[in-house]
């Protein structure tokens, strides 16, 4: 693979692209990032890559507009430096909430950033487990998609949670959890569940099934400021549920989240590295499985131009 090149965008995705790099046994890119006084970003390609298959490594670490700043400079340093192909790698898509107008006179953020990634210069993009899989058409470029599940999947398997149901946190969330139901053979359970307008609130009322004396085990695609999560977690907790587990791919951990999380009567909340964890969000109840192994084999099948359907299906 010595066409291939991987680069870090941002020291927080320093991490996370060795992870790669150890996983397909290359070398991580050279390359050199600073502020200049104006705080204006620079960024310096130490390595020849005319002509080389570049991926670019950025992850979700606040302030995220520096991050949107720093990825898309890098495609420009890298485009500019003859690569022959770019891929830009976000184990987590920014602003992927900002995915439609439901609302009058407000943006889809979600489709402005593709747009912008594509006017950077990238040819593809490879991610994990949008927030609405109609994201990827935002794209004129290829977009895959990777999913968490099967991680997810298997550390529970290795548990061996009896007596277990899988809860949809609400309607929208049902399809999901049907699939993950299937996959432990188990009941599953529907919360009736409501939002308001734009403060994160959410409202539960119900559960829909039997879940007095089980374990639950909860899935979600990203946990951010943990109220919807949190408030799952209390009425499935107040019907009668013994343990609770939640799953995730994301791990944002905004604002009041970890405060959250340890006063719940939270059992675990298991989630992938696709969002750097920092120190003092680490706490018992948190569980982190790294998922930098699947892109690292997505990476490798793109580069190969083999198929990589079936890492969405198969871990």
Known sequence: MDNLKIFSCSDSAEKFTEEICNSIQIEKGKITRMKFKNDNNFVQILESVRDKDVFLVQTTEPPVNERIMELLITIDAVKRASSKRITVVLPYYMYSRSDKKDQPRIPVTAKLFAQLIEAAGANRVLTCDLHNRAIQAYFNINCDVLTGEHLLEKYFDAKNIDNKVVVATDAGSSKKAYKYAEHFSCPI????????????????????????????????????????????????????????YVGCTHGILAGPAIERIQKSELKELVMTNTVPLSKEKQIEKIVVISISELFGEAIKRIHEESSIGELFETN
């Open 189 to 244: 359970v529907l919360v009736d569940k409501r939002r308001d307008a734009n403060d994160d609130r959410a409202i539960s009322t119900s559960v829909i099934g039997d879940i007095k004396g089980k374990n639950a085990l909860v899935f979600d695609d990203e946990v951010s400021t943990a109220g919807s999560i949190m408030e799952t977690v209390d009425v499935i907790k107040k019907f009668g549920a013994k343990d609770i």
